[in-house]
């Protein structure tokens, strides 16, 4: 239950401005956090929203300067945000 | 270690340069393109070092694979790599891997390197996009990482051929070794995992701890296991009350722990790490969220342009000198029926593919610079919600794409797609967009009922409605993925997550090179459908059963008594085609047909194409000069314009009859290889037959639709 709450109001990529930037800290979904961390998305990596598709929808973040990753905004609210 | 015979694998991730490096090693021309998930199944080259283990010179059989981020696949191609990989027995089992890391973000690109590496395959890391590094302010030590990773590490540019040779000298050291070095593990097994690990490696013979994990993971995925075996490893993994999910995390982080801080040491930075400059700049425009779709808009608009007007001058000059060369054969063999078979089938029907070239060489050429630019990876971004809309993936874009051109390649690119639902819909629906083979058809018949003006003293007539046709393959296979997509349930979440890479000048020989071999390979295969069908279709139109043909011609000739002789010849010989086999056929189906507006000789023209759409114009040729006065060279347009409706003497070809056969070409299923290739990847004939079928069904409808609307 607190665990849930926590999860509710914790700041994710997806609320991130364009420019903005975040520093990784955690992932709420387990089978996306495997694919995440594949890709190199690692807690305490920095993170910083490049570019909105048109409707909003996928976002391109950049991932630790080093390269570009595009995710649709539920993908990208699994990453939680220290 | 094998002598004189060695295998080789590249395994690295997905656009690291792999296939690029394939081709430079072999010479072959495997398909690349700067978007990840280009190559779906492993494709096999060879090449040659000199004196290795004291022979004169090695052969290496060099596998290309598909790429991924872990030996943990995520989507259907990327199975294959373990496949091969856990499984010594396998016949393209390497000797050596390369592991082609981008140097540019090379701490992602080394939980591969990580993994392969305990799975005890002797291996040379290659660091390859070394160029897009330097850009980006970053140096790396290649000597440092290969004291720290214990490993040949050789710098490339797969581009170029920078570095082959010293990656071929690292290969041949690998090869000679002969101690077996002591491996040691990136990741050391903790816990429970210990306990299964030995027990798996008892009942499998195996010893290497990590390739035993694999089994307990992955066991689902190999094809070398059997069924009871798989059984007993889930029993396994009961016993030890084994988490994949959380082993799999902990894993991949206790890795990358690992490998921080040796990429710390042996990369530098100047300044702040930035993706290049021109990739920064020109996203900021192509995911703009308004000067995306413009520009992507433009873009089409472009292909489309370049399709219709740029392509009509090369083609005009094709079109007179096939009509030049038919008739320079007709006058220069004996007149028979060899003649005709030659002049009339075989090169009227060649003639009418090969006009085709440069439009099929425009078009393969645009995709090869949208798919060499990485401009494509950013198309799947701009259209990832409204494929969603319709069931569909952003990733869809790549098969829908290169539907236009072919739907077997295509449909191939959709391995990459990770949903199985999505991938699925997908294949259905690929087919549907308008692919090069439909090209012939829609000129032939827009030439015949759209009059050559202007619209608004800009855009042709006849190129509007040809982009309208194409409009409308794009449309009904949206249309019909949502449609399928309410009757086949979802069973698995669908993902987007796509690297996009930095923007990358097409290489332009790489770019006339892929022209050069579609344009080869569709005049050959078409050229040789169409040979076969022109001679077997011949051979239908000119005999009958029994004494049929030669009844029909004496009724003619009967009734006709007082016409002028020109007019009894031509009567004669339709009556005649009119009771060959071919006829009879065309006759069986024309009830069928009617309502569509088409007559018995189409009908005989759309069963043969049946196998290959391509093969209509030849048909038409063939069906029409056999019917009609054989003296004169006509072009296949000519004939048809002068074909009449025996029932109403207009012409035969009116709009109402071309775009209903428009209609019926954009949506049915003209296809073998089309059909071939999607029983292949679905692994049965239930999906093929239902594409088949719901798309003869739409074909019917909209033709039926539009004759009856028109006439
Ligand atoms: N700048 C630069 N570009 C390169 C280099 N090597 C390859 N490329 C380009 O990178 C892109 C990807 O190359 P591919 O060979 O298709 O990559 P791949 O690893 O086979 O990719 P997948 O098959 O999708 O896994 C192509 O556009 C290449 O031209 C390099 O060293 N430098
Ligand atoms: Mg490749």
Redesign the interface.
Known sequence: MNLNKERMSARTVSHLKKGEKGIIKSFSD???????????C?PGCEVRL?????????I?I?V?????????LN?AAVIELE | MKQGNIKVALVGNPNAGKSTLFNALTGLRQKTGNFPGVTVEKKSGTFRIAGVNGHDEAHVTLVDLPGTYSIYPKSKDETVVMDILANPKHPDFPDVVVIVADASNLQRNLLLFTEISDLGIPSVLALNMLDVAGSMNLTVNAVQLAMQLHVPVVRINARTGEGIKGLKEAVKQTVERTEKPVLQYFYEPKGNEIGLINEVKAIHHLDNDYVALQYVCQHDNFSFLEQPVRARLDALIEKYGFDENNFLANETVARYEKIKPIVSKAVKSEGVIEQPYWTRKLDSILLHRVWGYVTFAIVLLIVFQAIFAWASYPMDMIDVGTAGAIEWVKGALPPGVLNDLLTDGIMAGIGGIIIFIPQIAILFALVAVLEESGYMARVMVIMDKLMRRFGLNGRSVVPLISGVACAVPAIMTTRSISSRYERLLTILVTPLMSCSARLPIYTILIALVVPETKVLGLFNMQGIVLFGLYLLGLLGALGSAWLLSLFIPRKEPSYFMLEMPSYKLPRWGHVGFSMYESVKSFVLEAGKVIMAISIILWVLASYGPGESMNVAEQQVVATMTTAPQEQIDAAVASARLESSYAGQFGRFIEPVIKPLGYDWKIGIALLASFAAREVFVGTMATIYSISGDTEDVLTVKQRLTQEKNPETGTAMFSSAVCYSLLMFYVFAMMCMSTIAVVYRETHGWKWPLIQLAYMMALAYGSAFAVYQLLS
């Not at chain 1, 387990?30 to 190199?40: F, P």
């Not at chain 1, 490049?50 to 996928?58: E, N, R, S, V, Y």
């Open positions: 387990r089978a996306m956090s495997l694919k995440l961390l594949e890709m190199g690692l490049d570019a909105i598709a048109p409707f909003g929808d996928p391109c950049n630790g300067g080093h390269y570009s990753l595009s995710l649709r993908e």
